[in-house]
C-alpha cells in the first residue's frame, strides 16, 4: 500500500521563487526512499509537503489514500503517525529545558505522565539522558541534533521524514543514526531521507534524484552507474565506484565487500 503519493506537485514561495516543478511520486509502506539533489533544489520544501506544514501550489498529495488539507496540518492522527526531523535542530527546540522540549509531543498525545517516560525512554536510547535540565541553545551541533532526533522518536511515529539526519554529527553519532535508520527499516517503518550522506543512501531501497523537478527514480546502484546524474546531484562519488567505472566493469559495487565479492567472481573466470 502506498503511504504518500504525489500528483504533479509544484510550490512556488510568496516570493515568487519555484522551489517544485510537476513531482509525480509515490512511498511505498515499508520502504526506505532517499532524496537527494543539489542544495536549493526544493529538498525541504517537498518534506513539508508530506509533512502538511505547507500545502502544494499546485497539484495533490495523498496520505494513505487521502488528500492532505490545510486541517491535515493539526489533525492528531496525521501528527502521530507522521515524524518530522528538521535539517535544523534549532526549529525543533525551544522550550526551557531539553526534557521539556522532547516530551512536548507526547505530552499532548499521551498525557504528562507517559509523555515524560516517552520522553526519557528516547533520550536515553540517544545516550543523552544528562543532557534533560539543560537549555538547548547551551548544547553543542551535535547535541543539538540527538536531541531533537529524540524529540521525534519519542513520539514513535510510522512514518519518518529525515531531513539530513547525518548532517553535524561525528563519525560514531554518525554511525548511531545510520544503525538507528536501519533498525527502523527492520522494524517496517517507512523511511524518507533527504541527504547527501553516501550511506544512508546504499541503505535506501530507492532513490530520487529531484532539481526542482524529478530526474532520476532507481536503486541506489543504478544511480551510482549513472555519473551524469552523481554530478547533477551533486554527490560525492565513492572511491571504489570510481574505480570501477575507469575499469569499465559494468557491476557497480555499493561497499568495498561487495568490489570484492565481483573482483573474485572475475578471477575465477579469468585465472
Ligand atoms: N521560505 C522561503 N521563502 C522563499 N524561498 C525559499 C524559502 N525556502 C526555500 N526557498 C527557496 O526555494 C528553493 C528550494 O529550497 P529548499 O530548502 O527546499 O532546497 P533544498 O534542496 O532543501 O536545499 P539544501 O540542500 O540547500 O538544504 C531554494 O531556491 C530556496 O532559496
Redesign the pocket.
Known amino acids: 500500500m502506498r503511504v504518500y503519493e504525489l500528483r504533479n506537485v509544484s510550490y512556488r ?3 515568487g ?1 519555484w ?2 516543478k510537476g513531482i509525480n511520486m509515490e512511498v511505498k509502506r515499508g520502504e526506505t526512499l532517499a532524496i537527494v ?10 518534506l ?1 509537503i508530506m509533512d502538511a506544514l505547507i500545502m502544494p501550489t499546485e497539484g495533490e498529495v495523498l496520505f494513505e489514500g487521502k488528500p492532505i488539507r490545510e486541517k491535515t496540518m493539526t489533525d492528531r492522527e496525521f501528527r502521530r503517525k507522521v515524524g518530522f526531523l528538521f ?1 535544523s535542530p534549532d526549529v525543533m527546540l525551544f522550550s526551557a529545558t531539553v526534557l521539556d522540549d522532547v516530551a512536548f509531543g507526547p505530552i499532548h498525545l499521551w498525557g504528562r505522565r507517559e509523555g515524560i517516560e516517552r520522553a526519557v525512554g528516547a533520550l536515553k536510547l540517544l545516550g543523552i539522558e544528562h543532557l534533560s535540565g539543560r537549555h538547548p541553545y547551551s548544547l553543542s551541533g551535535g547535541e543539538k541534533k540527538k536531541a531533537s532526533i529524540a524529540a521525534v522518536l519519542s513520539m514513535d511515529p510510522e512514518v519518518l521524514l529525515l ?2 539526519p547525518t548532517r553535524d554529527l561525528d563519525l560514531k553519532n554518525r554511525n548511531f543514526v545510520i544503525d538507528m535508520i536501519r533498525g527502523w527499516k527492520a522494524e517496517g517503518k517507512t523511511v524518507v531521507v ?1 541527504t ?1 550522506d553516501l550511506r544512508l543512501i546504499r541503505l535506501a531501497d530507492r532513490v530520487y534524484v ?1 532539481d ?1 523537478s524529478l530526474l532520476f527514480e532507481g536503486t541506489p546502484k543504478e544511480l551510482f552507474s549513472r555519473p551524469e546524474l552523481i554530478e547533477r546531484a551533486n554527490l560525492d562519488v565513492p572511491e571504489i565506484v570510481r574505480l570501477f567505472h575507469l575499469l569499465e566493469i559494468d557491476e557497480i559495487p555499493m561497499s568495498v565487500e561487495e568490489a570484492a565479492d565481483i573482483i573474485k567472481r572475475w578471477k575465477r573466470f579469468n585465472p
Open positions: 514561495y510568496p516570493t521563487e522551489a517544485l539533489g543539489p542544495n536549493g533544489a526544493g529538498k525541504t520544501t517537498l513539508k535539517q531531513d539530513e533527504v547527501h529531484l526542482k
